[in-house]
């Protein structure tokens, strides 16, 4: 059962739903990075897994607190403690290989369906671009987004082809989203809201009721 909510779009996860911070991805634990520091051959295209206390450990810079950073956050932390170590400007990058943590799943009639890490300002058209598009026959209109916020499920129907025309803004994605493109069961939680429309041009959002409450 779904109840509609007074929105034009769904509002953002909290910490306490899985999501680090409003934009931008956050190492966790378990991902997988490359440290690269020029000059140093113990430090080229090292490849390592944040443990789970989102910690990884490297030669001079020693333990270094990655977890709940952005790349670049953790960049400036090694350079930092390497110069603690005696190294005069390090030129560090820092670079995902593997998300475990920070993801948003992509279903439906895309490219290549699938889990996909959060980079960056995610939006709504910026991940399915990333699933490799929609296919040739999807329907653009039938674009399902699933959420959980404050622990309540919630779900919103948009429309692609209104999007790019500018009839409103194309949604923010975050962490542990949900997005199914097409035809599918997920869009019909919402028949009885859209009673058979073949296109809408703003956003439905609602909440998903336990059927047995």
Do not use: C, H, W
Not at 42 to 52: C, G, M, N, S, T
Not at 118 to 144: H, Q, Y
């Amino acid at each position: 059962m779904v109840q509609v909510v007074d929105a034009t779009e769904l509002p953002a996860p909290t910490e306490a739903d899985g999501a680090v911070g409003s934009r931008g991805y956050r190492i966790g634990p378990f991902d997988r990075l490359v440290v690269d520091v020029f000059g140093f051959e113990a430090l080229k295209a090292r490849e390592i897994q944040v443990d789970a206390a989102g910690d990884i450990a490297l030669p001079i810079a020693g333990t270094v607190k990655v977890g709940g950073r952005t790349p670049s956050e953790a960049t400036a932390l090694i350079a930092q403690q390497m110069r603690a170590g005696y190294v005069r400007d390090p030129k560090v990058s820092v670079n995902l290989t593997e998300s475990v943590s920070q993801y948003v799943t992509i279903d439906g009639q895309v490219g290549l369906p699938g889990n996909y890490p959060m980079v960056g300002d995610m939006t709504l058209i910026r991940s399915i671009a990333s699933a490799r598009g929609a296919n040739e026959f999807a329907k653009l209109n039938d674009v399902v987004l699933f959420r959980t916020v404050n622990g309540q499920k919630m779900v919103a129907l948009y429309n692609l082809a209104a999007i790019r025309r500018g009839d409103y803004p194309d949604p923010q994605v975050y962490a542990r989203d949900v997005i199914v493109v097409g035809d599918s069961p997920a869009r019909r939680l919402l028949r009885d809201i859209i009673q058979g429309a073949a296109l809408i041009t703003t956003p439905i959002v609602a909440l998903i009721q336990n059927s047995n409450n």
